[in-house]
């Protein structure tokens, strides 16, 4: 994600320019940190008057809502929502939907909803890990990074930004450990939705709601099937199914809509698999003609893999299994 993995670039940040006419003016050598410490000053003096405050390391605190709730820790998973501005406030990334559709950036295909920023596992930069110490669940916090606060928090990390940036975080829940969290969120969901059904395996639900024909599917048994994968709150992520993805606006057209054809492995057994734990894990609990959805833990689906709709995230598949070559796709 932007905060996490994504290097943000320019072609010529204003703080280098001002380092190139700062060698040609003073005999003393002086650092780029230095440069931009100046140019980050003189913003901060001309457009907040000079009012914001610094911290140690060199972050800015434009304004600061506390919050009630449990503060953050060097361990908490913080779920979020951000935006990411330039001095000129040019907006690099936003989660808000109400800012991307005003700034012209906002798409169907796009996650606009919370996400998951873990503390202390080095996917956060040091300077968003400083800011989010300093406010509570309820709380809010918009500030200036440093270029030199935007390596992770190990010895040789690198530099992820180019210049400095303006960073406005809203926190909306703070959990003490992300794995319990998504357990008790599914069993909410399974309750909900489902019954109250009980999970098959550890953070995994099946529910069957077209038996199929014939014996259970079996590892090495070569399968076609349909499918439609969602985040719990409905957003759906991907499909095979054209007439899906058209509905929830996700179509693209070098996309071939067809079923998807795997020979199913024992997930136990194999670290090699092209697709996510869960599908194969619901397919040897299926049969052929067997339609059925399982919403699953992150550890059945992309664990800490950073995708469009952030990491550590449950999910709810819907699965066909083909039996035939004409079968009905509709979800």
Request: with cysteine; proline share 2%.
């Amino acid at each position: 994600m932007i905060l996490m993995k994504r290097l943000f670039k320019q072609s010529l940040s204003i703080f280098v320019i001002l380092s190139l006419f700062s060698s040609c003016a003073r005999e003393e050598s002086e650092s780029t940190d230095d440069v931009e410490q100046r140019y980050i000053e003189s913003h901060v003096k001309v457009i907040y008057k000079d009012t914001l405050t610094k911290t140690s390391s060199g972050l800015y605190i434009i304004n600061l809502k506390e919050g009630t709730g449990p503060a953050v820790t060097d361990t908490s998973g913080v779920y979020v929502r951000y935006s990411v501005m330039d001095f000129r406030n040019n907006y690099s990334a936003t989660t808000y939907d109400s800012i991307a559709k005003i700034i012209g950036t906002y798409s169907d295909t796009t996650y606009f909803g919370p996400r998951l920023f873990q503390m202390g596992d080095y996917s956060l930069m040091r300077g968003v890990e400083e800011a989010l110490k300093l406010v509570k669940q309820g709380g809010r916090i918009k500030f200036i990074i440093p270029t030199w606060l935007s390596n992770y928090n190990y010895k040789g990390s690198a530099y992820l930004l180019s210049s400095p940036y303006v960073y406005d975080i809203e926190v909306l829940r703070v959990v003490p450990s992300v794995a319990k969290f998504q357990i008790d969120t599914l069993e909410a969901y399974s309750e909900k939705y489902y019954g109250g059904i009980d999970s098959i395996a550890y953070g995994f639900y099946h529910k069957s709601l077209e038996e199929g024909i014939g014996d259970t599917l079996a590892v090495d048994e070569y399968v076609s099937f349909w499918y439609v994968a969602r985040l719990l709150d409905g957003f759906v992520v991907d499909t095979n199914i054209e007439d899906t993805a058209r509905k929830y606006r996700i179509y693209n057209s070098s996309v071939s809509y067809t079923a998807l054809n795997h020979t199913i492995v024992d997930i136990d057994k194999t670290t090699d698999n092209e697709l996510v734990p869960a599908i194969d894990k619901a397919l040897l609990n299926m049969k052929h003609g067997g339609v059925s959805v399982v919403f699953f833990s992150s550890s059945w689906g992309y664990g800490s893999s950073s995708k469009g709709f952030g990491r550590y995230q449950p999910m709810v598949f819907w699965i066909k299994v083909v039996s035939d070559g004409n079968d009905d796709s509709d979800d």
